[in-house]
């Protein structure tokens, strides 16, 4: 069983203990340690976090309604060329010439091309409207963490302002005892 007692990740009042005493540094009684109570952040936090999550959802949304989209879009245009190669298929069973043959083959991968490619470009709409719906979604998160980088720096200033109005009557108080005649 150890002695030695382990102190916490981030108990840095144990460590400042342990530090070297040296001239230079003041002695760490003497630092202004931030006084991180919870309540100093619990309004910031909640209000962030919030809005953080309400952006999260937002892009998730975002992403499945265009991918429901898409999806669709693309079911209906396989749907439609089956359809479409089982017509060609019964077409091809009643031609009785090889011109006729050539004929309906050949209206058939032509409108199959124009079909592809009609689906491609909407597709690819799909996409960058997509895109540019996302993308607009990723900057209102960005803007969300901006402005909680912020807000608790300011709860972090704030803090440590008042842990500094709080040390200075205790440090008048020492002065005078230590002051040397």
């Not at 895109?131 to 912020?150: D, G, I, K, P, Q």
């Not at 009557?169 to 040397?180: L, V």
């Amino acid at each position: 069983m150890p002695t030695k007692s382990n102190t916490g990740a981030f108990d840095f009042s144990a460590m400042m203990a342990e530090w070297p005493k040296l001239p230079e540094w003041p002695a760490p009684t003497e630092w202004p340690m931030p006084a991180f109570s919870n309540w100093a952040f619990a309004e910031r936090e909640d209000r962030i976090e919030a809005k953080a999550i309400a952006s999260f959802q937002k892009v998730g949304k975002t992403m499945w309604s265009h991918a429901e989209k898409a999806f669709d879009d693309h079911m209906n245009f396989v749907s439609h060329r089956l359809h479409q190669d089982m017509e060609c298929a019964k077409s091809l069973s009643q031609c009785a010439a090889p011109e006729e043959t050539m004929a309906t083959l050949q209206d058939f991968y032509s409108r199959m091309a124009s079909e592809y490619q009609d689906h491609f470009e909407k597709q690819a709409t799909l996409f960058r409207d997509s895109f540019s719906e996302s993308a607009a979604v990723v900057e209102e998160l960005n803007e969300t963490a901006m402005e909680s980088v912020n807000e608790m720096s300011k709860a972090a200033e704030e803090s440590l302002e008042e842990t500094k109005a709080a040390l200075k009557p205790a440090q008048a108080r020492r002065k005078p005892a230590s002051a040397k005649p």
